[in-house]
């Protein structure tokens, strides 16, 4: 069979798409293993649609940041991480669009500060030196949450472990406690 310069192209969009949908990780986490897994991330092209599309649409409604005091930089930022890395969304895409997510004080700190700010490793640091409530507050947010009306424990206390990680990443276990 004689394949057209057209045809191998299509064949080589297929197969580099094929490709695309296959995560490679460790089978095993300990320093001497060196073998991968493959697995594909979608069994049909169904499948892969509707997650990207899933995805947009988080995207499309994800909240805009202020930069006011009852706003949570961290985890803002955290939660739009996560949707932008869900749509497979590039860090230098993310950069060009989390302007869009930015309103007031905070965008106005983005266009003073833009120039300091190359790529979306550098806007993350320095959005959070900027916003980050002090060590003071965030052990008084810790210590002031109590368990809303209705609010199941396991919410209550994945709230308070997120608080306690907030006011120090290396609170021991018996202060959380």
């Known amino acids: 069979m004689v394949t057209t310069r057209l045809q191998h192209h299509q064949l080589f969009a297929q197969e580099v798409q094929r490709l695309s949908l296959i995560d490679m990780e460790p089978s095993d986490t300990s320093p001497s293993s060196h073998s991968t897994v493959y697995r594909p991330l979608f069994t049909s092209n169904m499948e892969a649609q509707f997650m990207s599309t899933l995805a947009k649409e988080q995207v499309k409604t994800l909240t805009k940041f202020s930069g006011s005091e009852s706003e949570d930089v961290t985890q803002w930022l955290k939660h739009i991480e996560e949707v932008f890395d869900r749509a497979l969304i590039q860090s230098s895409n993310k950069y060009l669009a989390i302007q869009s997510y930015l309103t007031d004080a905070a965008l106005k700190w983005f266009r003073f ?35 809303l009306h209705g609010e199941s424990v396991m919410e ?15 609170m021991s276990s018996s202060m959380i406690i």
């Open 113 to 147: 500060n833009k120039t300091n700010m190359l790529d979306w490793s550098s806007f993350k640091i320095a959005i959070v030196q900027a916003y980050q409530p002090s060590i003071h507050q965030a052990l008084l947010k810790m210590e002031q949450r109590t368990q």
């Open 156 to 170: 209550y206390y994945y709230d308070k472990l997120n608080l306690c990680v907030q006011a120090d990443a290396n």
